[in-house]
């Protein structure tokens, strides 16, 4: 073991733990919006009272996700100085559009969200929340222009001074094939993760007080078992693209995924492989034929690239060395992604299934399910991010610089170790913190109805100077 070693396990266990929390928040910012504007149009409290009660859990896990996200800048500097130093002329563009644009909407307009309740004209009120969303899906997507250009370098030149990349077309990078699939699909597994958070808080409430407030929550339980299969539907849609592209611009990846060594035409996706511990040698596998030419070329007779071919295929382009990542890793964390998102799919369908015309959820089975459904979108979510990540190695930047050479020379195994130990503890800690809140607040239940609640119109409401 050494200090990059160790380096990738700090950055691995950051990012997949700040990752937890940026899913829920941007899937449940505009369901909070849509459940505000379903009051701001009808008038019925119970669309108010989801408001805040979901408002609220938003609010604690956007406060999360803050915090936890602040780390990740640091790394860049900590310990993948060289990786910063690389990157840098290009990444400035998208992340500064990031941090300028999208997290300036998304904070201010929440503040103003928070604390403009009666005090802002009920339609600009609304603005804010909706504002905030956006805010947060303007984020999301930036930062995965800056990522999809570690997966496809575009737009760019190097500077054989610097032996640096130097951004002469901004544009490609954000019109990069990769961030236009990665997009939608990470937009679509975001809203899975809100719309199983709905069915679970629901679905308690629904089951365990069916004498309180049972209207209201039946509709989250119905909004939410709808928006997770919508998205899981998208899902799949998104994922077929993204896998065609992926074969594209880093084949590597999708023979890893498959642990596919030799070149094959047509190619059989193995839904459950045994072997040896490298993935090199298959004892026994359970396989789908033509599903790997079709997920890889669109056609079911399509060729597929094996590990040996591109193997030999990079080493003469990039020179000596290993060019292919843990196949074990790619492999599974491929399947985890698609079982667990299946999964939450068939628990969703379930629960409407459950209440037709008029019926409560009993099934016991189902019951147990429908609590634990969160987890299962986020599991596909981290899997996927792992398989993503993992899948382009030993590439931190395909094709351009190799993650070993990305990782700050001047920090030592002490160095980085005390850190890893101390981020990973405090992340504990603040893992404990996040559960207990949403916990407790998702048990109390909603707010108590207003006995007045305020629908004074817009030119009622005092001016802003009067206002504070």
């Known amino acids: ?62 406060a999360m996700g803050v915090v936890t996200g602040i780390v990740q800048e640091f790394q860049f500097g900590m310990n993948w100085s060289d990786y910063s130093r690389f990157v840098g002329d290009v990444f400035g563009a998208p992340l500064a559009m990031e941090a300028l644009l999208a997290f300036f909407l998304e904070s201010t307009f929440l503040g103003l969200w928070i604390f403009g309740w009666e005090k802002l004209p009920r339609r600009i009120h609304l603005a804010t929340i909706w504002t905030a969303a956006l805010g947060s899906v303007l984020s999301m997507f930036f930062i995965l222009a800056a990522n999809s250009w570690m997966q496809n370098p575009v737009g760019f030149k190097m500077n054989p001074e610097t032996g640096r990349p130097q951004l ?40 365990r007080r069916p004498d309180t407030d049972a209207g209201e929550h039946r509709f989250a339980l119905k909004l939410g078992a709808w928006v997770t299969l919508v998205s899981s539907a998208a899902l799949v849609f998104t994922g077929d693209i993204q896998g065609k592209i992926m074969t594209e611009v880093q084949p590597m ?31 026994f596998a359970l396989k789908l034929p033509y599903l790997l030419s079709f997920l890889a070329t669109g056609s079911p007779k399509g060729a597929v690239e094996g590990i040996n071919d591109l193997q030999a295929r990079y080493a003469a382009e990039y020179g000596p060395g290993s060019y292919s990542p ?59 991010w792992i398989f993503t990540e993992m899948g382009r190695q030993p590439w931190i930047v395909f094709g351009e610089l190799l993650t070993r050479n990305g990782v700050s020379r001047s920090v030592s195994l002490t160095e980085v170790l005390t850190s890893f130990l101390a981020f990973t503890l405090i992340y504990g800690i603040l893992a404990l913190i996040e559960g207990r809140l949403l916990f407790r607040y998702a048990k109390a239940g909603l707010p108590p109805p207003k006995p007045k609640p305020n629908e004074a119109e817009d030119d009622d409401v005092p001016a802003l100077a009067g206002a504070y």
């Open 168 to 207: 002469t077309d901004i544009w490609a990078v954000l019109t990069n094939k990769v961030a236009l699939i990665t997009f939608p699909h990470t937009l679509a597994a975001a809203f899975l993760v809100a719309g199983a958070l709905l069915v679970a808080v629901s679905l308690w409430h629904v089951t």
């Open 253 to 283: 990846k999708m023979a890893a995924a498959e642990a596919l060594y030799q070149s094959e035409q047509p190619a059989s996706f193995s839904v459950l492989t045994i072997g040896t511990l490298d993935g090199s040698r298959e004892v």
């Open 1 to 62: 073991m050494d200090a990059l070693d160790v380096a990738r396990w700090q950055f691995g266990v950051t990012t997949v733990y700040h990752f937890l929390f940026v899913p829920l928040t941007i899937g449940l910012g505009p369901l909070v919006a849509t459940l505000q504007t379903l009051w701001h149009r009808t008038g019925n409290p119970r669309y108010l009272r989801l408001t805040h009660f979901y408002g609220k859990l938003f609010l604690i896990n956007f």
């Open 326 to 384: 843990i196949v074990p890793v790619t492999y599974w964390s491929f399947r985890v992604m698609i079982t667990l998102g299946l999964l939450a799919a068939a628990i969703a369908l379930l629960v409407l299934w459950s209440q037709r015309r008029g019926r409560t959820p009993s099934n016991r089975w189902l019951l147990r399910a429908g609590l634990i459904l969160p987890l299962l979108p986020l599991g596909a979510s981290t899997a996927g």
